[in-house]
């Protein structure tokens, strides 16, 4: 069985001194994986006797891939992961995350408030663009329609991972937010989706340019982020052109 959902940044390798024998790495390595590997069978056991209905196949109880990241999230700890997966695969069933499509975001997609980048950032991360002026949330904008269209934008952007990655790049546009665009609800939506859903795949999110307007927000809502809130940083648009992209990819509200 070919163990491709284990990234070599999972394991301790910065520990060993340079002059460490190579087959030393090596071993530690294989270890390292097979005892991951232990522990991915070992939830996805538990999972077949304790929660015999949920489904199966591609984010299913049995999906290997999906079971290490949650494993990853919580710190490899069986029960936990166990618990936090239960949770995840019965909220996709309700939230009826498989019947998403293009189509069936269409319309509040067309809205401009966030897309996923068709280029990777300079590390091959997918990137996903909230435009944070465009969401009026007090308007005819169904905050249900929201949360899809959010949902839909991760999905794909996960189905776009190169191989040996797995986080994603967001990035909050705040040029020209103002107390209309504000919404807490949903960035408590936000929050949840990434921390119990789709634990560990977020990479780094920027928040742009932010107004003086939004602190008051960002106090609020840091508190929730827990340990997530050192993923987060404020920067300016020139630092996403400079730091992040190349001129040919960086995204298209972002070039001079």
């Known amino acids: 069985m070919a163990l491709r959902f284990f990234p070599t940044s999972t394991f301790p390798f910065s520990s060993l001194s340079p002059k460490t024998p190579l087959r030393i790495c090596k071993s ?12 991915v069978l070992e939830v996805k056991e538990k999972l077949e006797i304790e929660q ?21 999230d919580r710190k490899f700890r069986v029960e936990e992961a166990v618990a936090k997966l239960t949770q995840a ?9 498989s019947k998403l499509s293009e189509e069936s975001v269409k319309d509040i997609a067309e809205t401009g408030k ?16 909230v435009v944070a002026c465009k ?41 020209g937010f103002t107390t209309e665009n504000g919404d807490i609800m949903f960035l408590k939506f936000l929050i949840d989706v990434f921390y119990i859903y789709y634990p560990k795949r977020v990479g780094q999110v920027l928040f ?20 997530y809130a050192s993923l987060v940083r404020f920067c300016s648009a020139d630092t996403v052109r400079n730091e992040y992209f190349t001129e040919e990819t960086v995204p298209p509200n972002f070039r001079e």
């Not at 742009?208 to 340990?227: E, G």
Request: with cysteine; hydrophobic share 40%.
């Open 28 to 39: 530690s390595f294989h270890q390292n994986t097979i005892q991951t590997h232990k522990l």
């Open 135 to 175: 969401h009026f949330p007090s308007q005819k904008q169904d905050p249900r329609e929201s949360e899809k269209l959010c949902v839909f934008l991760i999905e794909k952007a996960l189905s776009q991972l190169p191989d040996g990655k797995g986080e994603i790049l967001g990035i909050v546009d705040l040029r």
């Open 89 to 97: 695969i019965k909220w996709r069933e309700e939230f009826g995350v």
């Open 208 to 227: 742009v340019d932010a107004p003086f307007v939004f602190q008051p927000i960002w106090q609020l809502v840091k508190p929730w982020l827990k340990s």
């Open 114 to 129: 966030a897309y996923l980048h068709y280029c990777l950032d300079v590390k091959g991360r997918p990137v996903l663009v």
């Open 52 to 72: 015999p209905t949920l489904p199966v196949g591609r984010n299913g109880r049995d999906d290997e891939d999906m079971i290490f990241w949650f494993l990853k």
